[in-house]
């Protein structure tokens, strides 16, 4: 994505920002992550951005880039799963240009000024960035509630979840494969608008009904009558949407978050969430954002290369 100079940086990414050759700031491009094991050039395509000035994310194999390149630096026995990796190559020989700029990389940028936060597959809203861990936000695609998580099959062999989580806060479980659970960005724009709603003072609650400021932890006493003729039952009215608040910190108001990762998807677009992936290595499309809203593609690989898949 990038940020166009007319946007001032806020004090956190500031001293990042490329200079034009007049001193003045530049357009700051900021990568949402997997530099590498996506083309015939990673190396190259790491040192492209760094040359340019870029800032961004850690990808899910860049993450494991660096996992594997620092056990080889260090000596450290690698596993039979870590040296069958296609990332394997890769770290044998990288070169130590790329592996310290790679090793500078966050996994979570955080534009306060702009309420914006890149990450390169997704969050869990209920918690702190700072709480966010590096495999979660690297390769998440679904969130689940974390009560339903728990009800979950048992693997015998294993004695734990028959799929586990990548992460476990009190209200969800973070997912990598996405046949469990909704996509974990659907799950966000949509707690986000309620969030948004509540700062103006129009609350829904989990059922989806418009709060318009009565007291929604009050029992219903109205006595309605049932079918039988006798008196229904008083019904609890929801506690002014406590559930779906105890899912996003409130913290997160007006937050736009942008990613990338989730190629089987393609482009995604929500409200406060913009999903970049469009699947370039794969025949799509090479899709770019320009802060705030202006989305730019252009043709990706016309002959894609199989989809390999990191082991690790």
């Known amino acids: 994505m990038c940020i166009p100079a007319a946007l001032r940086l806020d004090p956190l990414t500031e001293s990042a920002s490329p200079l034009a050759e007049d001193g003045a700031a530049d357009d700051v491009c900021v990568f949402v992550g997997d530099l590498v094991n996506k083309g015939p050039d990673s190396y190259g395509v790491v040192r492209c951005l760094r040359n340019i000035g870029a800032i961004g994310v850690l990808g899910n194999h860049d993450a494991v880039l660096l996992r594997l390149s620092e056990k080889l630096r260090a000596d450290v026995p690698l596993t039979v799963e870590e040296t069958s990796s296609s990332l394997y190559p890769l770290a044998m020989g990288c070169p130590d240009d790329v ?3 790679m090793a500078s990389v966050p996994h979570i940028l955080c ?30 695609r679904n969130l689940i509630k974390a009560t339903k998580y728990g009800r979950g099959p048992m693997s015998e062999a294993a004695g734990q979840r028959a799929h586990v989580a990548l992460s476990l806060s009190a209200a969800f479980a973070a997912m990598e494969r996405a046949k469990f659970g909704t996509s974990w960005s659907a799950t966000w724009s949509k707690l986000a608008c309620k969030l948004s709603r509540a700062a103006t003072g129009k609350e829904e609650s989990d059922s989806g009904e418009i709060d318009s400021g009565s007291d929604r932890s009050s029992t219903n006493i109205s006595g309605d009558v049932a079918e039988d003729g006798g008196v229904k039952k008083p019904k609890k009215v929801d506690g002014g949407g406590a559930k779906w608040r105890k899912r996003i910190r409130p913290d997160y108001a007006g937050f736009t978050i942008v990613y990338g990762h989730d190629a089987k998807r393609r482009l995604q677009v929500h409200p406060y969430a913009y999903g970049l992936d469009s699947g370039c290595v794969y025949g799509g499309e090479l899709t770019g954002l320009v802060w705030p809203s202006t989305l730019v593609s252009v043709p990706g690989w016309a002959n894609p290369s199989p989809h390999h898949k990191s082991k690790v």
Do not use: K, W
């Not at 702009?114 to 690297?138: C, K, R």
């Open 99 to 101: 592996f310290t700029f």
């Open 111 to 140: 534009f306060r000024a702009y309420q914006l936060v890149v990450v390169h597959a997704g969050i869990d809203p209920s918690i702190s960035l700072a709480a966010q861990g590096v495999e979660a936000v690297t390769r998440m």
